[in-house]
């Protein structure tokens, strides 16, 4: 016992510089570019490891430990310094951890000469998670949330400009154009969703920094990836970039991000609705036709199985998920920039608390791991599912 808490001390107190690690060696980056945006903001960069995602999961190593699972301990201190995984700006207050995180960054790059690529999710649109309640946030368009809004997005762009040295990965609004595409008659989303457009172009017109790329929401296969969404998906994302050119004529975007804290795979999944790199080559023609030379990253961090039928309703704490493919860049098809981890594993979904002001009924389906706390808090016994059922399985650290 003493050793391995000596050990967990030991990897707490080197992860910056295991940060500096690749998971998969990287491809070269494109010679002759000339904005960020026509190369994918991936190659040749090291993927930055989460401060915040790090602590949770040392800490989860810890009681790990000290309950005598040392198998899975030494997993999760491997999860904790080696495995990438977004940061998420989900409210104002978060802003302030920016500096911390690109300072990290920067001083890895300065100490290995290795470049990292920090991964941010930006997730505070007015009236978010709308046709749900298990992740509402903090802003509303009744209470001036487009105004606070975009003072959000101008802050968070004044903090990414003092980090000019530091690449930086945005994943804008996850659900959002889900939401835009198939729940407008949901009274809450059909409300806010000129506001919810309005507000996404604004972002990515004040986010055109040389050392940012954006990709826009895409939600998954099993929401969009159908026949009859399709169309209306590429329609919805055109006219918000359309919106954005309006307020800066030099915006633009790498790409759209999908499956984001979904569970599909990614070219292994026959089940239909389920794959993501199907979803992909279905949508990207589309969004071609109307001027979008899109890329896609797709998250693979709770994706490890797909060996059981889904339900769309399957989405908060599914029992059955376990960690999937690592961040890389050596991805199934050209369009497909990286695999990333943008849900950090063990952070919940949702409670299955029916009394909670947040509760969704989605958490306590047949199929989500109950008890569960609060959206966004640590769950400890899913992270540990996640390490149990990994696919591939997740090496010991040491």
């Not at 994918?40 to 989860?60: H, I």
């Not at 904790?80 to 911390?100: C, M």
């Not at 998250?299 to 999937?324: H, I, L, M, P, V």
Request: one cysteine or more; glycine letters at 8%.
């Amino acid at each position: 016992m003493k050793n391995l808490q000596s050990l967990i001390t030991l990897a707490a107190a080197l992860s910056g510089l295991a940060s500096a690690t690749p998971l998969v060696e990287t491809r070269s980056p494109s010679k002759n570019v000339t904005s960020i945006a026509t190369v994918n903001p991936f190659s040749g960069f090291n993927f930055f490891v989460s401060p915040v995602y790090r602590q949770e999961a040392l800490e989860a190593s810890a009681k790990l430990a000290l309950h005598g699972n040392f198998t899975l301990s030494k997993k999760a201190l491997t999860v904790a310094t080696k495995i990438s995984t977004f940061l998420w700006l989900s409210d104002t207050a978060t802003i302030s951890q920016i500096p911390s995180w690109l300072k990290e960054a920067q001083k890895i790059q300065q100490l290995t000469r290795k470049k990292q690529v920090v991964q941010i999710q930006i997730y505070n649109l007015p009236d978010r998670d709308c046709s749900a309640k298990a992740s509402a946030g903090e802003l509303s368009y009744a209470d001036g949330g487009e105004a606070k809004y975009q003072a959000f997005i101008l802050s968070v762009a004044a903090q990414l400009k003092k980090f000019p040295d530091v690449r930086v990965v945005l994943a804008l609004e996850t659900d959002a154009v889900g939401n835009l595409v198939t729940n407008l008659a949901v009274p809450k989303c059909g409300d806010a969703a000129e506001g919810q457009k309005r507000s996404i172009a604004f972002a990515i017109a004040n986010l055109q920094l040389p050392n940012v790329s954006i990709y826009l929401d895409g939600a998954h296969a099993g929401w969009l990836g159908w026949p009859g969404n399709l169309g209306p998906t590429a329609d919805v994302l055109a006219e918000i970039l359309a919106l954005a050119k309006a307020i800066n004529p030099n915006a633009v975007v790498r790409g759209v991000a999908t499956n984001i804290s979904n569970y599909n795979g990614l070219g292994n999944n026959e089940q239909q609705g389920r794959d993501e790199l199907v979803y992909i080559k279905n949508l990207q023609p589309l969004l071609a036709a109307k001027g979008f030379d899109a890329h896609f990253i797709v998250d693979q961090g709770r994706s490890g199985s797909q060996n059981y039928t889904r339900e769309g309703t399957d989405w908060c704490n599914n029992k059955f998920a376990g960690f999937g493919p690592l961040p890389t860049t050596n991805t199934p098809d050209p369009l497909v920039d990286a695999i990333v981890w943008a849900k950090p594993g063990g952070e919940c979904d949702g409670t299955s608390d029916t009394t909670a002001a947040r509760f969704d009924e989605a958490c306590i389906s047949p199929n989500s791991l109950i008890p569960a706390p609060e959206a966004g808090t640590w769950f400890q016994a899913y992270f540990e599912q996640l390490l149990v059922k990994a696919n591939p399985p997740i090496a010991a650290l040491f």
